[in-house]
């Protein structure tokens, strides 16, 4: 499977079951099923999902606040992970979000996941800061990373 093959589209309740499996496996903290519903839920909220076929093979929450896009999860699964998966998600977001010129991007990242910021620098974001403590399983510090909103 390569990122070409891939259908995008907007996640629903239906996914709820799917979108846990790859959770529990990709996160030691994983959300619950009622953090992804509210998500889901949101008006404010972009939540796409990468289909093979049938199959929910990554997704990605994301939550509009006034001034920044806020990725909140990305998560794909492990058998079709360095794939493309999550690029192709993510830029997907970009080009539905591509005309709220005034809204950049924002998310947190553990800096001990050196795979993940390569990713989020390839895309454009940078780092801006440092959330100590941020992570609860293990109270281990988070890179608060950032994409300019005109970048494409």
Same mark, same amino acid.
């Given at each position: 499977?390569?990122? !070409? ?9 239906? #996914?709820?079951?799917?979108?846990? @499996? ?10 619950? /099923? @009622? ?9 404010? @909220?972009?939540?796409? $999902?990468? %289909?093979?076929? @049938?199959?929910? &093979?990554?997704?990605?929450? *994301?939550?509009?606040? &006034? #001034?920044?896009?806020?990725?909140? *999860? ?10 493309? !998966?999550?690029?192709?998600?993510? =830029?997907?977001? %970009? ?6 010129? /005034? /809204?950049?991007?924002?998310?947190? !990242? +553990?800096?001990?996941? =050196? ?9 454009? %974001?940078?780092?801006?800061?440092? /959330?100590? $403590?941020?992570?609860?399983? *293990?109270? =281990? #510090?988070?890179?608060?990373?950032? +994409? #300019?909103?005109?970048?494409?």
């Amino acid at each position: 499977m390569t990122a !070409v093959a891939l259908e995008i589209r907007t996640l629903d309740l239906v #996914d709820l079951t799917a979108i846990e @499996s790859i959770e529990q496996r990709a996160y030691p903290t994983p959300w619950s /099923r @009622s953090m992804f519903a509210s998500e889901l839920a949101k008006p404010t @909220s972009i939540c796409l $999902g990468a %289909f093979d076929g @049938s199959d929910l &093979v990554g997704y990605v929450v *994301n939550s509009r606040y &006034v #001034d920044a896009w806020h990725v909140m *999860n990305v998560a794909v699964h492990p058998e079709h992970q360095r794939r493309g !998966v999550a690029t192709a998600l993510l =830029e997907r977001l %970009f080009e539905l979000t591509r005309n709220d010129e /005034r /809204r950049g991007y924002t998310l947190e !990242v +553990r800096i001990s996941n =050196e795979d993940a910021i390569r990713l989020y620098e390839k895309l454009g %974001f940078e780092p801006r800061g440092v /959330r100590r $403590g941020y992570y609860t399983d *293990n109270r =281990e #510090d988070a890179l608060i990373m950032w +994409r #300019d909103a005109r970048q494409q």
